[in-house]
Every structure is written in structure tokens, then in C-alpha cells.
């Protein structure tokens, strides 16, 4: 099966340019998550979905960050002006939220560079 | 306050010993679940292992076991005859169940493991 498919894998991109990276959580998930990953920080929720809606979107750092999924099957985390500090690793992560063990599966993850 | 700690920044073990990387959680919530991921230089971040905070068993899976300690608050993750591709970084992470950001992982800042030949 495949697992959390992520796109770009790597993305190089000049302060002040839209930033558009893309999910496809596992089939059957009704959850999905974006992280961001960076030494200062650590792992940090951004964004969450439960059945394509937003429920908790404290951790989005500004309002230059957005996030949306259209369908079970996509979802796009948009960065518009990006910065140089929002150079991260950035995860998506799906699961299925049914009680017990919603473990969630990640991602490859984005590497975005901002110079 | 941290929720999740991880006191080792990094830990070294001999190839096919065993290794135990500590964890340490803060939650007021009854049902919790608690999570060991394992991150490889490449960057992936791949589940290890799941504990449940009612499971009476500790969890296990292959060579990893999680040292399940509720009223200590310590969720230990056990790797048992360790191999070079156990080279890694670790992370802890909590799930609270209620409250409202049910779903929320809380990471703890990870440990650096070393397996030396």
C-alpha cells in the first residue's frame, strides 16, 4: 500500500514567492496533519484535518500560512510571501481516527529552502 | 512546562546490545496514548511503536518494547540486539485523547542514538 505521498521533495525558492506544497494522505485516513520540523524548534503541529475539515489551526504560525483540503485526497499547505525563517522540513502525516491506536503515519516530508 | 522530555540528547550502544532511551510525559488526562518514532538521516519519520494509556501490557514490536511506567509517568523505549541501521534519532510523543485539540502529537525534542560495530 502506499504510504503518505508528499510533493515537492525538495523545493528552493526566493524570499517573497509562493510556496505551494502538496499532500496525498494513505487512503481510508480521515485525518490529516502538516508539521514543521526545524533544530530550533523541533516538531511542530501546524494544521489538522478530520474529514477534510479544519479543526485546530492555532499552530499556523501567521496569515502568510494556509492550508486546505478539498477533498479526502489532497491537501495543500500555501506559504505567500515566503521568508527566509520559514526554512523547514515540513511533514504531512494522515490517520484514522477511530479510537484506540490513531497512529499517525508521515510523509517524506518537504524540505523548503527560502534565500 | 514540557509535556514530553527526553533527558538523553544522545546515547551510544555497542552492536547487539540492548538500549533503553528514556521518556517522560506530563498529562492531567486519563486517556492518553503514547508514541515512539524513529527518524534516520534521510528524514523520514517512521512509527515504531504505540502504548495505550489503559493497555495493562507493555507494547511490543520486534525488537522494540516500550517500558510502560503509569504511575512514574515513563514511557522507555527498549531496543533489544541493537544493529547499525538502528542509528538514529528517537522521538517520544503524547496523544491526548480529550480537550480540545484531541489529536494533538506532542513531540519531545528526541535522542540522538549511535550504534558503534
Known amino acids: 500500500d502506499a504510504g503518505v505521498i508528499q510533493s515537492p521533495r525538495h523545493e528552493v525558492t526566493e524570499m517573497g514567492q509562493e510556496v505551494t506544497l502538496r499532500c496525498k494522505p494513505i487512503?481510508?485516513?480521515?485525518?490529516l496533519f502538516w508539521y514543521r520540523q526545524t533544530m530550533m524548534r523541533g516538531l511542530e503541529l501546524l494544521i489538522y484535518f478530520n474529514n477534510n475539515v479544519p479543526i485546530d489551526d492555532s499552530g499556523m504560525p501567521e496569515d502568510r500560512f494556509s492550508a486546505k483540503m478539498p477533498n479526502a485526497s489532497f491537501s495543500t499547505l500555501k506559504i505567500q510571501p515566503s521568508e527566509p525563517r520559514d526554512s523547514a522540513v515540513y511533514f504531512c502525516?494522515?490517520?484514522?481516527?477511530?479510537?484506540?491506536?490513531?497512529?499517525?503515519?508521515f510523509g517524506p516530508g518537504t524540505r523548503l529552502t527560502v534565500l | 512546562a514540557q509535556k514530553i522530555t527526553q533527558t538523553q540528547p544522545g546515547m551510544f550502544v555497542q552492536e547487539k546490545e540492548a538500549v533503553t532511551l528514556d521518556c517522560t510525559y506530563d498529562?492531567?488526562?486519563?486517556?492518553?496514548?503514547l508514541f515512539w518514532y524513529k527518524q534516520p538521516s534521510s528524514g523520514e519519520m517512521i512509527f515504531l511503536i504505540y502504548q495505550g494509556s489503559y493497555d495493562q501490557q507493555n507494547a511490543t514490536e520486534g525488537r522494540y518494547s516500550l517500558n510502560f511506567q503509569k504511575a512514574r509517568k515513563s514511557a522507555n523505549l527498549v531496543i533489544s540486539a541493537s544493529q547499525l541501521g538502528d542509528s538514529a534519532m528517537y522521538f517520544c510523543?503524547?496523544?491526548?485523547?480529550?480537550?480540545?485539540?484531541?489529536?494533538?502529537?506532542?513531540f519531545g525534542k528526541g535522542t540522538l542514538l549511535t550504534v558503534n560495530p
Open positions: 502525516a494522515s490517520s484514522f481516527l477511530a479510537g484506540g491506536s490513531d497512529t499517525q503515519y
Open positions: 487512503s481510508g485516513h480521515n485525518s
Open positions: 510523543a503524547m496523544r491526548e485523547v480529550s480537550g480540545g485539540s484531541n489529536y494533538k502529537l506532542t
Open positions: 498529562t492531567s488526562d486519563p486517556s492518553y496514548g
